[in-house]
């Protein structure tokens, strides 16, 4: 069982986590990467694959408490964050102008 966090663009936004299945993380998330934007995410996969795994995440919401750890970042309409995750990767995270977050 892996946790994902999604963050949208909705003023309020709280930042949900869900459980996903190691099978279902690995269809969001290509291997060595833990941060995904949705358009990305579904021109990988066709709707067919996409519709059950979705249909699970939202069914699994896990209070932020109760999480036990965040496996991955999945970003709805935050097209301008795409450049700040070139790698798509949480800790390999860049400021505008290049230089390391961390």
């Known amino acids: 069982m ?46 067919r694959a996409l519709e059950p795994v979705f249909e699970r995440l939202w069914r699994n919401r896990v209070p932020k408490r109760e999480a036990m750890g965040l496996h991955g970042l999945l970003f709805y309409d935050m097209e301008h964050k795409k450049p700040f995750y070139p790698q798509r990767v949480d800790e390999l995270a860049i400021n505008p102008n290049g230089s390391t977050l961390r």
């Open 2 to 47: 892996k946790y994902v966090q999604v963050v949208d663009s909705a003023i309020n936004c709280t930042y949900d986590v869900f459980a996903v299945e190691d099978a279902d993380f690995d269809l969001l998330y290509p291997p060595g990467q833990n941060v995904a934007f949705i358009d990305e995410v579904l021109a990988r996969h066709p709707p």
